[in-house]
């Protein structure tokens, strides 16, 4: 793997590696992107991210908001096999967006970056909600990942809120335990609010994703349109595309 480029600013360390077409976003040695032009898909947690797309049928994911861009990989994927009309991803870290727009080409049309506190830009924002929202909040501690906000009462009723009647809601959490300490298991009040959850986890990491839907809805038929997608059909087959899906129950 060679170094494309590299940096430090501020006791932090980023790089950009290249493996064949593959490019990968390091911060003190947490790797925060990994995209590949030829190959949409990752093998990893991005595609995790952008699977819930495909609970909802197509051209109905019009308007996504992305918190957390890192190098803009789940940002790619989506503007690529999802379509939206409006991407928006915000992150904090301007070096990150550099990354993004430089060696990911992250600021495509369809695709707006912005530099923000996250928390501080949901809280203030009041325009039209979205159709899916992607919290991918994170930072490193002692070069591990680790969640930069607690998915606590405040932070998911501030996610929901900006959602759609139908929206979806995909938090990327380092474990299923952490998943297990949301506010969604802890907070008796929120479960009402979402009428499908589910966990969604790849066997080559210990991250869980939650899927949190204000619409009914069901694997199979997520698994139905991921295989009408060429692509992700063809990843499937390939074991480029790994996936296991378990639905959430809040008294679990």
């Known amino acids: 793997m060679a170094i494309l480029w590299q940096k430090t600013d501020n006791h932090t360390r980023y790089e950009v590696r290249t493996a064949g077409n593959t490019r990968r976003l390091y911060t003190n040695g947490v790797c925060h992107s990994e995209y590949n032009p030829g190959k949409i898909l990752s093998g990893s947690i991005w595609d995790l991210l952008m699977l819930p797309a495909f609970f909802h049928e197509p051209g109905q994911v019009r308007r996504v908001l992305v918190l957390g861009v890192g190098g803009g990989a789940s940002l790619l994927q989506l503007y690529h096999l999802v379509k939206p009309e ?30 923000a506190d996250a928390v501080a830009w949901l809280s203030r924002y009041q325009g039209e909600p979205f159709d899916l929202i992607i919290d991918d909040l994170f930072g490193e501690e002692k ?16 996610l929901l809120r900006h959602l759609t009647d139908t929206g979806t809601l995909v938090i990327n959490f380092v474990s299923r335990e952490e998943l297990g300490q949301s506010a969604f298991f802890t ?66």
């Open 187 to 252: 907070n008796t009040g929120m479960a009402p609010r979402i009428r499908s959850a589910f966990q969604l986890t790849t066997p080559t990491l210990d991250n869980a994703v939650g899927v949190f839907l204000q619409k009914v809805a069901d694997s199979r038929t997520l698994r139905s349109r991921i295989l009408r997608n060429p692509q992700l059909e063809q990843g499937l087959w390939s074991r480029q595309l790994r996936y296991r899906i378990r639905q959430l129950l809040p008294e679990e």
């Open 86 to 115: 409006e991407i928006t991803g915000i992150e904090l870290n301007s070096i990150h967006l550099y990354i993004a727009r430089r060696f990911f080409r992250a600021g495509q049309t369809g695709i707006t970056l912005l530099e």
């Open 143 to 158: 070069r591990q990942p680790a969640r930069a906000v607690k998915v606590d009462t405040d932070w998911m009723s501030l």
